[in-house]
């Protein structure tokens, strides 16, 4: 049997929850300026085992992506201040983290809003509301491939 030691080197728990193997140190930033957004994912990432970590618009989440290095941010593309956009470009500017995914969230569902987000450089786009099922799918999707760590 595996010490704990050992499962902190493997990154590799089984899920209470679910009972399957996921990453004990899989961090998934959530970039939201609605309260409800941010809570319902919090809560189905949580119960799916992994550790969340939350931003209100794209100032507090670039101080985030630095001290937390997620595997996966999602991007609301609506904010004040700083816009998922622009929040977006600038991490993919970061040695760092531009290989980092990055999934634009919006409560529009057009061509246009598709198009910039790829220009910034995300991976992906989420329509808002989004179902637990659409969330862990494209989590699933995007940590099941190893990446590139960055320190």
Known sequence: MPTQEQNLL???VTNPVTNSPTDSLTKIL???DSNTIRRSAEIFLGQ???EVILAEDGFDALAKVH???PRLIFCDILMPRLDGYQTCALIKKSDHFRTTPVVMLSSKDSLFD???GKMVGS???LTKPFTKDSLISTVRLYTSQPTALAH
């Open 48 to 50: 799916a085992g992994y």
């Open 123 to 125: 991976n992906d786009y």
């Open 30 to 32: 959530v970039i939201d």
């Open 67 to 69: 001290d937390h290095h």
């Open 10 to 12: 493997t990154n590799s």
């Open 114 to 116: 598709r198009a910039r």
